[in-house]
């Protein structure tokens, strides 16, 4: 499905349960109205075709995909865009919503090139989250004489450079 075509894919996880997704599922489907494809009720076939291709995922019939995406927290979306995979991934609830819409109509707004140098630029924001949070409980677990252990600082090179 992701790879069918180049359009962009909104992917929404959800529980039928969750009030929050529930509220969300509105909103969600609103916006895959009016950009997803239009498709006759009738025949099933496609009317026309829209700049953003659309899906719904339940997590509880899904969960081993869901835990294996990362997914804690519901409602949560992913945008990913043929070859070039996941673009941005996040908790979505209906409060969230618009900077879902923010970041769709950015990506749309983008080149190819324009949208590989943005998903560098949110890796590497990960990565420096992840060195960060890696730094602070170090910081709680620093020995009381104040040595440092130069085998973490290695740690910290290799997820910067990987070999």
Not at 19 to 25: I, L, N, R, V
Request: hydrophobic content about 35%; aromatic content about 8%; proline content about 5%.
């Amino acid at each position: 499905f992701l790879k069918e075509d180049d359009r962009i894919c909104v992917i929404k996880f959800y529980a039928p349960w969750c009030k929050s997704c529930q509220k969300m599922g509105v909103k969600f489907r609103n916006m895959a109205k009016k950009e997803g494809d239009i498709i006759s009720m009738k025949s099933h076939e496609l009317i026309k075709t829209g700049r953003v291709r659309f899906a719904e995922i339940e997590f509880s019939s899904n969960a081993p995909l869901c835990r294996s995406l990362g997914i804690k927290r519901l409602p949560y979306v992913n945008l990913h865009k043929g070859e070039m995979g996941q673009l941005a991934a996040f908790p979505c609830g209906p409060s969230k919503f618009p900077i879902l819409e923010s970041k769709l109509e950015s990506f749309l707004s983008m080149s190819d090139e324009e949208l590989k140098l943005e998903k560098k630029l949110e890796e590497s924001g990960e990565l420096a989250g992840e060195i960060t949070s890696q730094l602070r409980k170090d910081k709680k677990e620093e020995q009381p004489n104040n040595v440092v252990d130069s085998s973490k600082n290695k740690k910290y090179l290799d997820l910067l450079f990987p070999e």
